[in-house]
């Protein structure tokens, strides 16, 4: 049940009648306004000092509550079916961070115990890539800036290998990049057939292939890549060696990521 904003003048009412020292029975009556109404309007007021609409947390839902209810209980075998995918970028030396060594007193600067610096990170490299619970899809490396054309090649190019490979009827994944939702990429996926999953527009924690861009960033700057090629066959090679089990772990638990979602009201979650 949707419940409306009791009217400003209505709210400006119930507090003047509660200064002059009626009780919430006999306003709730006199005014014919729900008694927890009227407690709940006083108690912003007196809280407040004001009886305006206070400024909500995150963005409005554009969902009533049956559909939240529908969308956290289907059934597991619907996102099983799901092609995730999304774009990341990744630097040459992004993320080098604190390290511990052995060394004897008085040789902190020796060479061989510190990291030397790069400028401007020593550059980076663009990925597409896609997953399912059955484990993990294609990963190409863009060249140059990603448009409108390059995306519907990658696509071309790996969609149907990937779901050939991972040998499922799949719905597909892409957030609301313009790239994404332009008209000409929405006639090439009707073309061919696509079915697509309807994606929010604002989208915190919604995507499970942020975990495996985290999984494989950490696994590509512990093996230290010295250059550009060294970064995208690192790449490719930890991408593959992502097991069937921690993709399906992440499917499995994507009810739970959408009930936390749904219940922080669009602010980020622990996933």
Not at 23 to 52: F, Q
Not at 142 to 154: D, F, L, W
Request: hydrophobic share 30%.
């Amino acid at each position: 049940m949707v419940h409306k904003e009791l009217p400003k003048h209505q709210r400006d009412l119930t507090v003047e009648r509660y200064q002059s020292g009626e009780g919430y029975k006999i306003i709730s009556k006199a005014l014919d306004i729900p008694w927890n109404t009227v407690k709940t309007v006083i108690i912003k007021w007196r809280k407040y000092s004001t009886t305006g609409i206070l400024p909500r947390t995150g963005h409005p839902s554009k969902m009533n509550e049956k559909t939240r209810r529908k969308l956290v209980k289907c059934p597991k075998s619907m996102w099983e079916n799901v092609l995730w995918s999304d774009e990341t970028k990744v630097e040459l030396f992004g993320h080098i961070s604190k390290r511990y060594v052995w060394r004897k007193n008085d040789t902190a600067h020796h060479p061989k115990n510190t990291i030397p610096t790069v400028k401007h990170s020593g550059g980076s490299i663009l990925l597409w890539g896609c997953f399912s619970s059955a484990g993990t899809g294609a990963l190409v490396k863009v060249e140059g800036t990603m448009n409108i054309s390059k995306y519907q090649a990658i696509l071309a190019q790996n969609l149907q290998a990937s779901v050939r490979k991972l040998k499922m009827k799949f719905t597909f994944q892409h957030d609301n990049d313009p790239k994404h939702t332009s008209n000409s990429t929405k006639a090439w996926l009707h073309q061919k057939m696509i079915n697509i999953l309807e994606w929010p527009s604002q989208s915190p924690d919604l995507n499970p292939i942020e975990h495996l861009w985290g999984d494989l960033k950490r696994a590509v700057h512990r093996r230290c890549p010295r250059n550009l090629t060294d970064l995208d066959c690192f790449c490719k090679e930890e991408w593959a060696n992502n097991t069937m089990s921690r993709c399906a772990m992440l499917i499995d638990s994507y009810p739970k990521r959408l009930s936390a979602v749904i219940k922080s009201k669009g602010s980020s979650t622990k996933y």
